[in-house]
């Protein structure tokens, strides 16, 4: 018996929304762009770019086993989910305002992939 698409929908969208995260947070560690040594140095060692790397890779691996197993008309409009994990993100992490519509939207968003999964 197959493992069920939601937890795995679930768990490739929070993935895929953190490497976005991660992205965010290694360019807020970035002074001023250049091309120099140094600076891919720095980069070289900046850990969220790793996170990144780390994150990106395995919801792409698990995004790859899921449209093996699953319909993709099913599993496709599931990754929508990322914007719900992103917007929580946003508030959680950056601090970030949520107005009424986003919100709304994201309801919808999520309303909406109750009635796919469904």
Known sequence: MGLSLIPLAVIQAGLLAGGQVCVKLALQQIDKFCVSWSFVMSQLTNWWWLACGV????????????????????????SSLAYVFGLIAAWLVFGEKISANVAIGILLIMAGCYLVAK
């Open 55 to 78: 994150c990106f890779c395995s919801s792409g691996l698990l995004w790859a086993y899921i449209l093996r197993h699953y319909p993709f008309s099913t599993a496709y409009p599931l």
